[in-house]
């Protein structure tokens, strides 16, 4: 074998090495992504429904936006929740059977003549498809980073007992559970910010717990610190359901 093709093999050999590893980052980027792209394509419809057509109350408009709901919302129902939102699952399908319902009456009240329906079943369409956003939405953006950081620690280096990962993530921890404390409520959850306080101080007692262990930390003791902060995080994610 020629110098020239041990070095084309050898380039190969990397290029395939990188693309494996480009995969994998983006599969794990997929993977925390607290979103849904075929819900947020449908956006793309939804926007020229309630924005335009209904306020102005253009009947033919809004019939003629049917093919393009029903393309549009089939991908909804077939979408996959990232891993990150495995925990919002029951809420997901709970809406996403609401948000078929609406969609159902969207293409019975525009093969029908009554205007009024049409026009209820636009706002019931917009509505429902809120909600299902709202079910995966993350009420503070601190809070998404921080559960993004998490889940990395509670769902992959802790079922391998990766420990000096752990280790490495966990100031990461510490600084974004800071971040969530500091952060502002929206309006519409002021009256819980007394809970929010209280639960957030939880959260980062538990991050600099973890943070705290020493490189003599054993497994046990690591990863009963994991669970604890896993533990504090779900109980400030249940304030907002």
Partial sequence: MTKRSCAIIIAIAALAVLGGFAQEKAAAASETASSVPELTAFHEIIYP???????????????????????????????????????????????????????????????????QAMLNAAEALHMKYEMLVRSIRPVLPEMDEFHKALYVVYHKYLPDKKWDEVRKAAPELLAK??????????????????????????????????AGLGAGADGAAMEQAVNKVHAKYEALSKLFE
């Fill in 49 to 115: 429904i309630w924005h335009t057509a209904y306020p102005e109350k253009d009947i033919a408009a809004l019939k003629s936006y049917v093919p393009q709901v029903n393309e549009l919302a089939a991908k909804v129902y077939a979408a996959k929740l990232p891993g990150i939102l495995r925990e919002k699952e029951e809420k997901w399908k709970a809406g996403l059977a609401e948000f078929k319902m609406s969609v159902d009456a969207y293409n019975t009240a525009a093969k029908g003549t009554d205007d």
């Fill in 177 to 210: 559970a800071e971040a969530v404390a500091k952060a502002q409520l929206p309006k519409r959850f002021e009256a819980k910010a007394p809970e929010f306080k209280a639960a957030a101080a939880g959260l980062v007692e538990a991050a600099n717990g973890l």
